[in-house]
């Protein structure tokens, strides 16, 4: 098992940053890659930015490319999405999720969740 915890979300104006962190803790951190994911009231949850679980490669949604960025410590077992230049639209529960061993990205199995941060923009 794999338990994870999102912090560092709130209330942030248009153009704002915010940095959310995700702990991890059970199995081995650095043998999983990690994604974040955001579900908008009355939406489907989406993808948002993946991580692998060498930290080396990335894979971003459109809709945040150049203004989020993921990021992990495996020494201190968390992992990043710092959140730049944001926008009302990025309003949404924030989720961070452990992938199947072995896999990552946008499309793989995400076997692990963390319970959700509310991110909210707006002025």
């Known amino acids: 098992q794999v338990q994870l915890v999102e912090s560092g979300g709130g209330l942030v104006q248009p153009g704002g940053s915010l940095r959310l962190s995700c702990a991890a803790s059970?199995?081995?951190?650095?043998?999983?890659?990690m994604g974040w994911f955001r579900q908008a009231p009355g939406k489907e949850r989406e993808f948002v930015a993946a991580i692998s679980w060498s930290g080396l490669s990335t894979r971003y949604a459109d809709s945040v490319k150049g203004r989020f960025t993921i990021s992990r410590d495996n020494a201190k077992n968390t992992v990043y999405l710092q959140m730049n230049s944001l926008k009302p639209e990025d309003t949404a529960v924030y989720y961070c999720?452990?992938?199947?061993?072995?896999?990552?990205?946008?499309?793989?199995?995400?076997?692990?969740w963390g319970q959700g941060t509310q991110v909210t923009v707006s002025s």
């Open positions: 999720a452990a992938a199947r061993i072995g896999t990552w990205g946008p499309t793989a199995n995400y076997d692990y």
């Open positions: 059970g199995r081995t951190f650095s043998n999983y890659g």
